[in-house]
């Protein structure tokens, strides 16, 4: 989920820089100090979007910069549990696809893709299901659920984990497919007992 979120901190402007108008400079140091950073309470630090109440600055002996008290809004991305999400498929391994979701990946194991078993077409760079022949491929826009997030302090830390084993949720024209009565309906005959 994307969110803005305000942040107080303190900037130090190098005496290099004081010459420059403050808020851009306050600007530059903040993304180069934020952008990209995760925290675990409001998630990746996407962009920082507005600098507001600059306060005076403060020099300390012995180190020449000016330290401003600043507050800035921030946009974010954070996975919650259970979110769904629309995303591209952008790497496809032997055990599963990777999804981008925003500045994020997330991964959809094989076991997640579809109720059947689906195996890996390395030439085709694909994963196609041994019933349906249905396939998933880079490129393919899908929609899944959110079931795990573990958010480090680094992109290549942070493991999501997605399941598209749920009903309406699959690759977009697998949905679309079943919406029209051409879909494999098989779990839903299941339940009402079978009759076809």
């Given amino acids: 989920m994307y969110a803005i979120y305000s942040i107080r901190d303190v900037v130090g402007v190098p005496p290099a820089k004081f010459k420059e108008n403050k ?29 507001r109440d600059v306060g005076a600055g403060t020099v300390l002996p012995m180190d020449g910069s000016a330290y401003h008290d600043v507050t800035f809004d921030t946009i974010t ?36 893709i579809m109720d059947e078993y689906m195996s890996f077409d390395p030439k085709a760079q694909g994963f196609i299901g041994k019933e349906s022949t249905k396939s998933l491929k880079m490129g393919d826009i899908v929609r899944a659920r959110v079931v795990t997030a573990s958010l480090k302090g680094t992109v290549a830390d942070t493991k999501i984990a997605l399941t598209m084993r749920q009903p309406n949720l ?26 076809e």
């Fill in 23 to 51: 808020t851009e400079v306050i600007t530059e140091i903040l993304r180069a100090q934020y952008e990209g950073l995760i925290d675990k309470d409001i998630g990746v630090i996407i962009s920082i979007i507005n600098v």
């Fill in 170 to 195: 699959g690759k977009i024209e697998w949905i679309e497919a079943e919406k029209k009565g051409e879909g494999k309906k098989t779990t839903a005959k299941k339940k009402k007992g079978g009759d």
């Fill in 77 to 112: 991305y954070k996975p919650e549990l259970k979110e769904v999400i629309e995303a591209e498929v952008t790497e496809l391994t032997a055990f599963g696809a990777f999804v981008r979701l925003g500045p994020l990946d997330g991964l959809l194991h094989v076991s997640q």
